[in-house]
């Protein structure tokens, strides 16, 4: 089996802000994946089912986003898991928005989510970095991930949470490479090649005769009259 954690706060005052893109994610991947019904365990929210060949536990934790390793450290001892098949989706302010990166192991890099999930399970765990972007100024971040995606941000988020659920199986799989390429290719479709022009060919010899001789026309010896002659 493995773990996929979604990371948000629970609830609908927080439900479209920034900081819940990774429960959006998940919610999209039970959706597409026909998981079965969300139920209460390991102080959060859990549905089973298949992700291609493999046996999938999805976690939304409700511990609120500072104390995600609560919940996160609950399932894995249950389950007897292994941190490297652990997969935390969350946003990541340092990514422009629409962008993913995914790596395993690493440091929290300031997410409050990802530092209590250190302290509870240690760091080798797979990290699905969701860019939400930077407001620019660090004294804005905390309203900027705590603010609500704008209607003209649905449109790239919403394209990014479908090619996410659609090709999470490849992640799950050991292939983060194409998982990543995939992703990006949904967002950044490349941009069709212009027709070649077309190029007549040239006229051959023989046809060439032929339009000279239709311009022309054809060429023909002059008649020469003989006058009869008579006798004298």
Avoid: C
């Amino acid at each position: 089996m493995l773990l996929l954690v979604g990371l948000g706060n629970p609830g609908q005052r927080y439900a479209n802000n920034r900081h819940n893109i990774g429960f959006m994610a998940v919610d999209e991947m039970v959706r597409r994946h026909s998981f079965g019904p969300w139920r209460s365990k390991f102080q959060g929210q859990i549905s089973e089912g298949r992700i291609g060949r493999e046996k999938v536990l999805i976690l939304k934790p409700e511990t609120f986003m500072n104390e995600s390793g609560r919940a996160v450290g609950e399932a894995i001892r249950f389950y007897k898991l292994e941190t490297e098949q652990v997969f935390v989706v969350y946003d990541e302010i340092d990514l422009v928005p629409g962008k993913i990166k995914v790596k395993k192991g690493g440091g929290a890099g300031g997410h409050n989510g990802l530092r209590s999930i250190d302290a509870h399970i240690g760091q080798d765990y797979w990290r699905v970095r969701l860019g939400v972007g930077h407001p620019g100024d660090k004294n804005l971040v905390h309203s900027h991930v705590l603010g609500d995606f704008s209607k003209a941000d649905t449109l790239w988020r919403d394209k990014l949470l479908d090619a996410v659920a659609a090709e999470i199986s490849l992640l799950l799989a050991g292939e983060s490479g194409s998982f990543m390429s995939r992703v990006a290719q949904v967002m950044n479709p490349p941009r069709p090649k212009p027709p070649k022009p077309s190029i007549s060919p040239k006229p051959t010899e023989a046809s060439a005769e032929g339009v000279e001789e239709r311009h022309n026309g054809p060429q023909s010896k002059p008649e020469t009259h003989n006058e009869p002659t008579s006798k004298p």
